[in-house]
């Protein structure tokens, strides 16, 4: 990792992650069914009744369960497959496929009626009526396969109720739209489906969290399910072309399509998202502002007749093809773009089109390999939602070797009204930056000093060192082996199977806390970093996995908040020594040498790492790509906003405490110099105030409670 861009055509992009790819061609490459890696991965557990497959975009997981269904209709008696797919664009990854060309035992085949994503009509109750008709007639039927959406799902479920689709397979794609809320109904009908144990289910994602901080299955649903884990790292090492990632955001003053000038590239295919006409950036006007953009770009020239595309000239002399999905007042013109995007004859062909400016489009499962930039204005929904879209450029595609993200954020200017929301905007960015960047990190496994060398590791010409700093690498998986002292173990196989496999999950909700990512970005002098590595994670592990024993809990606190800073701290590592002169690390070993840097002069020990504010290496970034004045603003409005401990808080500061008093046998001093010990003394006394006050409150209560 680097925060060098690396594209010299360009100076105003500050990425924030910035990796080299292994380019193996592991992920391309087909077994002798047919499989890519994780395909087979997953096909290695199509008995499971409850499959959930997490696994990023362009990875195969259409495929993958094109050959669960199969095996589960010929080897395992279930009747039928329901496809279920968010909206009906997406439909199309579920088209009749000829596997047994490839090598597998039969052929994915959907009769055309029964792919209901390309019915006429929208999906709303009354028009969607008769696509509830055609699944009650296919479950009626012979047939084998159908898809739907989730809305015609939703309501077939509501009419002819969960019975009706017993002995089936149910596979949900893009399952983050899924929520455990009581009011998501696919949610609590997939929840009831569970309950009765009379179906099959394949849940598949790209991005397993929800930019609502809602949890996708409750913890009882959630623990039915085998877990199939294919990591970006595998996806992006293993790829043929594309060597390198970059995203960043770019913070920008005035319209933002002056800046949107400033960071595209016209030599390089793009996908630009203009906000809603609804966001604070728009500029009220959708048209004009597809407009400027072109009118950035060069001279437009016409519109081609076939495609619809519109004919930019540039400066150098070079004719763009520019898609305008924005436009929705020509219904004929905007179906000829559309279905030219779509022509399969065109999807090797990278001069088909090269920019393509989109609104609410082109983003989740929208295939266009060419893809080198994805460039979004403003803060889009969720983190999902930048998942999403950071996928469309990750693309593997002959000749294509870099690709990169860029998040135009508005820069809080002092004459604001709405700094807040400004403020707000920019944390969001900053958040789906650091989780993309633990996202696209390696896989750590933990153990305590001493553990011994790990299976299939490798560590080094001086192999494994007892008392060393040792550092194993599984050169397959690119998984990373660490040692730290007082490190916590699970103590049950789930604990161990969440610090092996859902350890992003527990980041992304770390990242998603807003007080979390203001204190540790913007209020560093007043807050002590263990007030978000122990409470705050603390808080947010007991919240998440609320069944699981307090020593489990702590264990995975500790492993998650090990993951976070480690990653952290080697980037700020390789970022010093490129400061010093002494070169970052380059090629896809960057990650691993900016661990090497972070430890080769001390052992790893859980305290230091509670002592590292996760958010250190970011602070660094956007130091370089704000305002000074504008960052100290943004600072002070931070720092007005801090109020005495609550007393949610104060518990955790006590039980903290206790645990002091249990390692050193006495209570923590409020007059101590040590920061932290400091805290948990004042949370003591502040619990007690809260508890003296719930007592008196209480007291008061009594007499009439009779």
């Known amino acids: 990792m680097s925060d060098q861009s690396g594209y010299p055509t360009n100076a105003y992009t500050v990425p924030s992650v910035s990796i080299t790819t292994a380019r193996t061609g592991a992920s391309s490459k087909a077994n002798e069914l047919g499989m890519r890696g994780m395909q087979e991965r997953a096909y290695a557990k199509r008995g499971e009744q409850y499959l959930l497959i997490k696994s990023p975009p362009a990875s195969g997981k259409s495929r993958a369960l094109m050959f669960i269904a199969l095996d589960k209709l010929y080897n395992q008696g279930l009747q039928q497959v329901i496809v279920v797919v968010p909206e009906r664009s997406i439909g199309g990854s579920f088209a009749d496929e000829p596997l047994t060309k490839f090598g597998f035992y039969w052929d994915w085949q959907v009769a055309p009626q029964w792919n209901l994503c390309n019915a006429p009509g929208v999906d709303e109750p009354r028009v969607a009526k008769s696509k509830v008709d055609a699944v009650r007639k296919f479950l009626a039927s012979g047939d084998k396969v159908l898809v739907c959406t989730h809305a015609t799902f939703r309501f077939a479920v509501e009419e002819l109720g969960i019975e009706a689709f017993d002995n089936r397979l149910i596979a949900v794609d893009e399952f983050h739209h899924v929520s455990s809320n009581p009011d998501n109904k696919l949610g609590s009908q997939l929840g009831a489906f569970i309950a009765r144990n009379k179906v099959h289910l394949v849940a598949m994602t790209g991005s397993y969290f929800r930019g609502d901080s809602e949890a996708v299955l409750g913890p009882a649903d959630e623990a039915r399910f085998e877990t199939v884990t294919y990591t970006y790292y595998e996806q992006l090492n293993g790829y043929q072309w594309l060597k390198s990632l970059d995203i960043g955001y770019f913070f920008y003053t005035g319209p933002y399509v002056d800046a949107v000038n400033k960071v595209l590239d016209p030599a390089q295919k793009a996908i630009v998202h203009i906000p809603s006409v609804n966001a604070r950036e728009s500029l009220k006007d959708k048209q004009r502002e597809v407009d400027e953009i072109m009118h950035g770009m060069g001279e437009w020239k016409g519109i081609d007749l076939i495609t619809g595309f519109h004919l930019v000239q540039t400066p150098q002399g070079r004719t763009l093809k520019v898609a305008d999905l924005v436009d929705d007042s020509d219904a004929t013109r905007r179906s000829r773009v ?159 199977r969440i610090c092996k496999e859902d350890l992003n999950e527990v980041v992304t909700s770390f990242l998603q806390n807003k007080i979390a990512l203001e204190r540790g970005l913007f209020d560093k002098e007043h807050t ?179």
């Not at 990750?394 to 002092?414: H, Q, V, Y």
């Not at 001086?462 to 173990?489: F, M, P, R, S, W």
């Not at 994670?537 to 809990?553: H, L, T």
């Not at 006495?666 to 003591?684: C, F, H, Q, T, Y």
């Open 338 to 496: 559309l279905t030219a995007l779509k022509d399969p004859a065109q999807k090797n062909n990278r001069d088909h089109v090269d920019v393509i400016i989109a609104l609410g489009m082109a983003k989740e499962g929208f295939d266009w390999i060419w893809c080198e930039h994805a460039l979004t204005i403003g803060y889009r929904g969720s983190l999902t939602e930048i998942v999403q879209i950071i996928g469309r450029a990750t693309r593997d595609a002959k000749g294509k070797e870099r690709s990169r993200f860029t998040n135009l954020i508005a820069e809080p200017a002092a004459e604001q009204s709405a700094v807040a929301e400004a403020v707000n905007d920019m944390l969001k960015a900053i958040s789906a930056s650091l989780l993309m960047e633990q996202v696209l990190a390696p896989c750590y496994k933990f153990t305590p000093k001493n553990a011994g060398p790990q299976q299939d590791f490798d560590y080094g010409e001086d192999g494994y060192k007892d008392d060393g700093h040792n550092i194993g690498v599984n050169k397959d998986t690119g998984q990373i082996h660490l040692e730290i002292n007082g490190l916590a173990q699970p103590e049950t196989p789930e604990a161990t």
């Open 528 to 706: 002590l970093p263990e007030e978000l590595t122990q409470l705050c994670m603390g808080k947010i592990v007991r919240e998440r996995y609320p069944e699981r024993s307090e020593a489990d809990q702590e264990a995975i606190r500790q492993h998650a908040i090990a993951a976070m800073n480690i990653t952290q701290q080697a980037k700020l590592a390789l970022a010093q020594a490129d400061a010093s002169g002494g070169g970052a690390a380059q090629g896809s070993t960057a990650l691993l040498d900016g661990v090497r840097k972070f430890i080769n002069v001390r052992d790893l020990d859980i305290d230091l790492i509670d002592r590292i504010n996760p958010f250190d290496a970011a602070y660094a970034v956007l130091a370089k790509a704000m305002d000074e004045k504008s960052l100290r603003q943004v600072q002070a409005s931070i720092a007005a906003k801090k109020v005495s401990i609550p007393e949610e808080e104060a518990r955790d500061l006590s039980r903290r405490a206790l645990q002091f008093k249990n390692e050193r046998g006495r209570l923590p001093d409020i007059n101590s110099a040590d920061a932290w010990e400091k805290r948990m003394a004042e949370g003591v006394v502040a619990f007690a105030r809260y508890r003296a006050q719930a007592k008196a409150a209480q007291a008061q209560g009594e007499p009439g409670d009779g």
